[in-house]
Structure formats: C-alpha cells, structure tokens
C-alpha cells in the first residue's frame, strides 16, 4: 500500500484489545525519525494519531506499528 499524504500526516488504526503499542517513522535509509507511541498501553478502540511532518522533505517514508508481537509497515509519500 503506498499513500499520498500531505501536512499534517493522520495515521489511524482500530485495535481489537488491550495491547501494548509502539508506532514510528523512518526515512528510506532505516533512520529513525520520530516515534509517535512508545510502548503505551491502549485499550480496544479506534485510534487517531496526528503527526506534523513540517520538517520533512517530500519523499517517501515508512511508518511501523508494533503490538502484541507482530509489527506492521506501511510505505507514504510526503508531498508538500
């Protein structure tokens, strides 16, 4: 999945259970460039996290979300 984003960058999920939960950003190289969520606790529900990526270049990113043993990436274009 590939996504066009522009400013601010909205990332939401829906988790189906009290998880632990860590969700970052890295830049193409595998750098870590921000970390949104650091291994909070968060109930079943439907999440919204706001990022403001003002200070990235345009190009393409990766956002990973960690929970309950498993990770998840998902590729973005920043466009601005």
Sequence with gaps: NLEHIGLPIILQAVLS???IVHL???DMAGREIAVLINGEKMNA???TKMFNGV?????TYFYVVQADGQMISKRMVLVK
């Design 24 to 26: 970052k950003i890295y």
């Design 45 to 47: 529900g439907y999440y």
């Design 17 to 19: 259970a009290l998880l």
């Design 55 to 59: 200070s990235l270049s345009s190009g």
